[in-house]
């Protein structure tokens, strides 16, 4: 009697199967407890420390946020710098910062935002990217935004628009006016601040490199 293939033996493919599922189980539980500690968020004390998670602490909202190339990775990360005050105080706790911070994330919600924009890679594309917004020079002291608006400091000039869009006619999409109360507005800065200091790994893509933003041409 000739001896049977291996190929065509239905045990070695059995067998097969439940080693290749066996370690695919195995890889997956792995990668999942590789990325809940990739991006669960850090705290104050890592911040202090130079720690660097992909997902800062909520306090990040007391610190200065650039965009910067990269060159071993290929692309910009964003990089915490010195102390610098949000709506005039630089000490916002754990606690009073992570409020906001959610209070934000609440109103992205509750407003739809993303119905129009996008947000760390979900949403719609009717309107620009909100991942990196904070860090769009427009909204500097040299910007056409902060100007536009009257204030002074970044934040105030973000949530002087937020609550009023429709005085500030900036695109042929403008913005509707959401009736965001002034509370609601802060939460929603200090949101995309915090949004704009989490390592995306360069998402989106070459906002940097945009004429007039950060390390831009």
């Known amino acids: 009697m000739a ?92 606690e009073e910062a992570a409020a906001m911070l959610h209070l934000g994330k609440l109103g992205s919600q509750a407003k739809n ?16 990217d909100l991942t990196k917004a904070w860090l769009d020079p427009a909204w500097g002291p040299d910007g056409s935004m902060q100007a536009m608006t009257g204030k002074s400091t970044k934040e105030e000039a973000i949530a002087e628009f937020l609550q009023h869009p429709d005085q500030y006619p900036t695109h042929a999409r ?12 802060i939460g929603l800065v200090a949101f995309l601040k915090h949004m704009s200091s989490i390592d995306t790994n360069g998402f989106p893509r070459n906002f940097g490199k945009i004429k007039g933003a950060i390390n831009g041409k």
């Open 174 to 185: 403008m913005m509707p006016n959401l009736n965001i109360t002034e509370k609601e507005a």
């Open 3 to 94: 001896n049977k293939s291996v190929w065509s033996d239905n045990r070695f493919w059995q067998r097969s199967a439940t080693w290749i599922t066996g370690f695919a189980s195995i890889l997956l539980i792995w990668l999942t407890f590789d990325t809940s500690a990739q991006i669960s968020m850090g705290t104050d004390e890592d911040i202090q420390n130079g720690v660097k998670k992909k997902v800062p602490g909520a306090t990040v909202i007391n610190y200065r946020i650039t965009y910067e190339m990269d060159a071993k990775r290929g692309h910009e990360v964003p990089v915490i710098g010195g102390k610098e005050k949000f709506f005039g105080r630089d000490d916002w706790s754990e």
């Open 113 to 128: 935002c993303m119905d129009c924009h996008t947000l760390l890679g979900n949403g719609a594309y009717y309107a620009p």
